[in-house]
C-alpha cells in the first residue's frame, strides 16, 4: 500500500518549534518532489514549502519563509519541515503530499499523486 505519514505535530507557545516528518511507505521517494501543505479551520489549503526529488530546490511560501525550512533524506524515504519562530497563525493541520519531479520549482495541488493524512499542528500562548 502506498501511503505518506505524517508525525511530529504537537502544541508549542508562539516562538516555539516544531519539526514534522513526512515517511513514505509502499515506494521510495526519489523521484517525487514532496510539497508540505496546511488548511486552518475554516480556510483554504494552502501551499507552504516544497522541495525537489533531490533536495536541490526548495521554495516556501511568503508566510513561512525564514521561519520554516524543508529537507529531505531518501536514504531514510523522510521528508521534514522544520518550523521555527512559530506564531497562532501557523495554527493548522499540516499535510505531506507527493508529485513525480519535473523539474518544476512548485506544484498545484492537482499536480500531487500521493497525500499523507495530517498532524495537526497548534501555537497557543
Known amino acids: 500500500q502506498l501511503q505518506l505519514v505524517e508525525s511530529g505535530g504537537g502544541l508549542v507557545q508562539p516562538g516555539g518549534s516544531l519539526r514534522l516528518s513526512c515517511a513514505a511507505s509502499?515506494?521510495?521517494?526519489?523521484?517525487?518532489?514532496i510539497g508540505w501543505f496546511r488548511q486552518a479551520p475554516g480556510k483554504e489549503r494552502e501551499g507552504v514549502s516544497c522541495?525537489?526529488?533531490?533536495?536541490?530546490?526548495?521554495n516556501y511560501a511568503d508566510s513561512v519563509k525564514g521561519r520554516f525550512t524543508i529537507s529531505r533524506d531518501n536514504a531514510k524515504n523522510t521528508v521534514y519541515l522544520q518550523m521555527n519562530s512559530l506564531k497562532p497563525e501557523d495554527t493548522a493541520t499540516y499535510y505531506c503530499?507527493?508529485?513525480?519531479?519535473?523539474?518544476?520549482?512548485?506544484?498545484?495541488?492537482?499536480?500531487?499523486?500521493?497525500w499523507g493524512q495530517g498532524t495537526q499542528v497548534t501555537v497557543f500562548s
Open positions: 503530499a507527493a508529485a513525480l519531479d519535473d523539474g518544476s520549482l512548485w506544484y498545484e495541488e492537482y499536480e500531487y499523486d500521493y
Open positions: 509502499g515506494f521510495t521517494l526519489d523521484d517525487y518532489a
Open positions: 522541495i525537489s526529488d533531490t533536495g536541490g530546490s526548495t
